[in-house]
């Protein structure tokens, strides 16, 4: 690819700093710079704001106020009526995203209230009935039923309701219904690591292959990112910290996070270049490196704990002074090139 | 499309749901009785809130005892009711074909402790008390062993019913 020495014009990202700069250097006037600033930063942002906030509180409050409801009053309302209430918001809730339909967010949102309403269904459902069923069957459940509307809702908050459900899914099915032995209990990092990863990487591919404008947020990048980063980190934490030696299950999983780390570095340093991603895998890395210069000192220095918490401290300033320095050089090289 | 698509799984699901519904409201009514004696325990550290942590006297005699260090950490125990629809304990169930009158009872076994699910009883909040000197679990099981805890009974096997919910 041709490298122009001249950044184009709309590569160069305009802020509050640039306008005042060119202000400063008289090549705008006053009044193009007022101008300017109201476009960047629009005057009744806040109000937008404000009215998302009481959206977000209002909704919060009338929710905790139906369970509270249902709570007080649980012996007087009979079973079927508690059911059948909770389906008659189900179908309201679907009414409305038919009536509004799912291309606009007012119709997103009745859509995710409805699959949360799904969710609670299931589990007033599970304290009527009491089987003892174990608890993952509901959340396999709960899983299966939104899956179809997660996939045709193009809209993030869908997908993360569905991913978490879907998670806490894993996690228990493994702990209540695949039994592992006592020595393959650590693949369910393995586990979280590969569905997590893949829900990642199919966020890259399909905004890479566009047509997913609803996906390229970067939010939810980097929610994805450290979601994918934790199974991955957890075997090497636990690894490090336990005195005891690592079994085969522990020695995989850590041998994934290790590879996972590598692969995520590389994408986000260069494939796609994305700071604030590769500032949480750095903090990840020091994490684990704390946590190895701690496990160490602690074995050195453990009739003198004072001078194991001075070395602690010192080697904490250090590594992550070392992190902040290597991000800051990345930044100055990515602004080098103009990404 | 998409929105069509919405309603045609809607469907789905609540066909789902309500199928749940009829399945469990089937066992209420044509399920037999099968009481459960509960372990003596101090209801005052077990009730929290709106719900009872049971204890089944099954899961502590002497037969579990002796034959539990053998079974995994889910399984099924094999059941009979005496002649005040009490279940008492045969043994545990290895994949044989049961005899007239036997139940399968599924367990779980965590740190060799035997427990019976479910073992919790729900309730609302302030109606402790009603249940406080309960003495049996009253189950409703259905012709596949499927099971419910509909209530819990007192000394004289007869469930206890909170009329008064101001009470």
Known sequence: MEQTSQPALAQIPANRRLVDELYAHGKISHEARAYALDFLYPADKWGIWISRLFLAVGTALVLSGIVYFFAFNWAKITPLMKLSSIQGALFCCLLGAYYYKLDRVSGQILLLSASVLTGVFMAVFGQIYQTGADAYQLFMMWSVFILGWTVISNFAPQWIL?????????????????????????????????????????????????????????WVRILLTIVAL???????????????????????????????????????RFKVRDMWSL???????????????LDLLASTFDDVEI????????????????????????????EADHV | MRSKIMIGLAVLIFGALNYGIYEKQEIIEKGEVVL?????????????????????????????????????????????????????FLRFHAD?????GERLLRFHKEYN???IVPDSFLFQEGHAKHYENAKYGVFKFDENDKRLLVGLANEDRKTIVVSDPEL
């Not at chain 1, 070395?311 to 090289?333: N, Q």
């Open chain 1, 162 to 218: 569905w991913l978490a459900v879907t998670n806490i899914f894993l996690g228990l099915w493994w702990d209540q219904a695949a039994l592992p032995e006592r020595e393959s209990e650590e693949l369910i990092f393995v586990i979280f690591a590969a569905f997590n990863g893949l829900m990642l990487t199919l966020r890259e591919v399909f905004v890479a292959r566009g047509g997913a404008a609803w996906l390229d947020q970067r």
């Open chain 2, 36 to 88: 459960l004696e509960l372990a003596p325990v101090d209801p005052r550290s077990l009730m929290q809130g709106d719900y009872m942590s049971l204890r089944y006297a099954i899961e502590r005699s002497e037969a579990v005892n002796a034959q539990k260090a053998d079974q995994k950490k889910r399984g099924y125990m094999v059941i009979k009711t005496d002649e005040n629809n009490v279940a008492q």
């Open chain 2, 96 to 100: 044989e074909d049961l005899q007239a």
């Open chain 1, 279 to 293: 500032a949480a895998i750095a903090l990840s890395v020091c994490i684990i490196l704390e946590a190895a210069v």
């Open chain 1, 230 to 268: 934790l199974p991955l980190s957890g075997p090497l934490l636990v690894w490090v910290l336990e005195s005891g030696g690592a079994n085969n299950a522990l020695k995989l999983s850590a041998a994934v996070g290790v590879i996972g780390h590598g692969l995520l570095y590389a994408f986000y």
């Open chain 1, 307 to 334: 001078l194991m918490f001075l070395l602690m401290g010192l080697a904490t300033l250090g590594i992550f002074s070392l992190a902040v320095l290597y991000l800051r050089r990345i930044i100055s090289v990515m």
């Open chain 2, 113 to 115: 402790r035997v427990t």
